[in-house]
């Protein structure tokens, strides 16, 4: 039965984010001329403030790092999320940080409980000493839920699940589409191929991972497969930002709803 209903859960959360980026209106243009990347990481293991923010200021470029406040320094078999500390740090060192709920679930499981997880989440960081409400959220496990667009409307500017894609033209800002970083390891090296695209025709490619590591768990990669990302981005002439900058550059400022 929990095979049964986990098969279930991923069935609601695929339909629900194709039909996202099939129906929801196009509100927002990415407008550029020079390709932008975006690097982002979520649940925010505390390598991911050891090796990825230091290999992104290596090359003067920030990335944006989404918290869910719930689980801090919560120490797993092969990772450990980052401490309120290791967050304030990336704040300080100018890096961006985003919202990934509080309590870390999916978002269709709150209900009409999300409005109380997403203060609880922008209390969490006040608390820990940051001055600005976050901006950008990212769906726990990727999974959307269209009831939910109207209260996340209400508190970001954008919104990032997966979607293995480069967003250009019209798109949905409360939908971004990105690629992943992850293991095997081969793959995860390979992926200059979307920054050789987002060159060749430009537009907003955005990454994401988890966890940095020479013995990475299969939702992250080593340091040396994403400075070696970062290093062809920054050598093919991309603009590397944040969410939060990319969307300024562009002129997203109002309410996307």
């Known amino acids: 039965m929990p095979d049964a209903l986990e098969a279930m859960g991923s069935l609601i959360d695929r339909v629900s984010n194709r039909l996202i980026w099939k129906m929801a209106p196009r509100t927002r243009t990415v407008a550029t001329d020079v390709p932008i990347v975006s690097f982002t990481f979520d649940d925010v293991p505390d390598t991911a403030l050891t090796y990825g923010a230091a290999i992104l200021e290596k090359y003067d470029a920030h990335g944006t790092f989404y918290i869910a406040g719930g689980i801090e320094g919560l120490v797993e078999p092969d990772r450990t999320l980052i401490s309120r500390e290791g967050s304030l740090e990336l704040f300080r060192r100018g890096h961006e940080i985003g919202c990934h709920t509080f309590a870390h679930r999916r978002v269709r499981s709150y209900g009409s409980a999300l409005a109380d997880d997403l203060d609880k989440s922008a209390r969490y960081l006040r608390g820990i000493g940051i001055p600005r409400p976050a901006t950008s959220f990212a769906f726990p496990y990727n999974?959307?839920?269209?009831?939910?667009?109207?209260?996340?409307?209400?508190?970001?500017?954008?919104?990032?699940?997966?979607?293995?894609?480069?967003?250009?033209?019209?798109?949905?800002?409360?939908?971004?589409?990105a690629v992943e970083i992850r293991q095997p390891e081969e793959h995860a090296h390979g992926l200059t191929c979307w920054i050789d695209e987002v060159v060749n025709n430009p537009g907003w490619l955005i990454f994401f991972t988890h966890d940095i590591t020479e013995t990475p768990t299969p939702f992250g990669c080593t340091p040396g497969t994403f400075e070696h990302l970062v290093r062809h981005a920054h050598q093919r002439g991309c603009r590397i930002l944040t969410i939060e900058a990319a969307a300024r550059a562009m002129g997203w400022e109002a309410d996307p709803r």
Not at 144 to 172: F, K
Request: glycine share 8%; aromatic share 6%.
């Open 143 to 177: 999974a959307a839920w269209p009831p939910a667009r109207r209260e996340l409307a209400s508190r970001y500017r954008t919104c990032r699940g997966a979607g293995e894609a480069i967003n250009r033209g019209a798109v949905d800002p409360l939908m971004l589409q």
